[in-house]
């Protein structure tokens, strides 16, 4: 039995073509969760997030392999563009200890004023 990987996605990694060329597979829609404490933000069309007190970032758990967390650790250019840390996501009743990737240290001079 293979181990799997729960990553809270927010941006590119819900488009099922991103997923096709990464994955080679698409993959389940996955459960709506909610974060919170952090907000999205939008830098030259890439979705990053950042701590914020009293915020909510909506988006999906993803199921993926050892080999798949890879594959999108090199997408988001982890420790480069994103760092890969864990988070306490809301999935419906639960809370969940899921993947996220994170600007928590990058783009700050970035964010609105």
């Known amino acids: ?3 799997l990987h729960l990553l809270f996605a927010y941006g590119t990694l819900l488009d ?5 060329m990464l994955f080679s597979r698409t993959l389940a ?8 404490n952090w907000k999205k933000h939008t830098h ?18 993803l199921q993926l392999s050892p080999q798949e967390l890879a594959a999108a650790d090199h997408w988001e250019e982890v ?24 600007q928590r240290e990058k783009k700050d001079q970035m964010l609105p004023s």
């Open 1 to 3: 039995m293979h181990t």
């Open 16 to 20: 099922p073509q991103v997923q096709q």
């Open 29 to 36: 829609p996955g459960q709506p969760a909610l974060l919170y």
């Open 44 to 61: 030259e069309e890439y979705p990053f997030i950042v701590p914020s007190a009293g915020s909510v970032v909506k988006g999906k758990i």
């Open 79 to 102: 420790p480069k563009e994103y760092q890969r840390e864990q988070v306490d996501v809301v999935c419906g009743h639960a809370t969940l200890k899921v993947w996220a990737y994170t």
